[in-house]
């Protein structure tokens, strides 16, 4: 495998992880948020559901809300970083004291 085959692989490799890692991370996010505020939220309005009913209720249903917006959430957040690391790459085969093209020197 040449050598900028295996960069690619490697780029490639954390865009899919990082998507993957983030849309796990915003659900269980979700989820936790959504265990704390749907008792509390019950509690206060004097529910007569028991706590561990709206507990699970409050996971399930904020990890779902959650999952709603996580993907795209992740695919822009992984373009991002893709192209922050190119474009820092870049800067880097370009070497110190050259400019950007469409910047002034000045």
Do not use: D, Y
Request: one cysteine or more.
């Amino acid at each position: 495998m040449t050598p900028q085959a295996s960069r690619h692989l490697k780029f490639w490799a954390a865009r899919v992880g990082g998507f993957f890692l983030t849309v796990i991370g915003l659900c269980a996010l979700g989820g936790l948020l959504g265990g704390i505020l749907f008792p509390f939220i019950g509690w206060l309005g004097g529910s007569n559901l028991s706590h561990e009913h709206m507990l699970v209720a409050g996971v399930r249903s904020g990890a779902f809300f959650f999952l709603v917006w996580a993907p795209g959430v992740a695919l822009v957040r992984e373009f991002m970083r893709g192209a922050r690391e190119r474009r820092l790459a870049a800067e880097a085969e370009a070497g110190p004291g050259e400019a950007e093209p469409g910047q002034s020197g000045g």
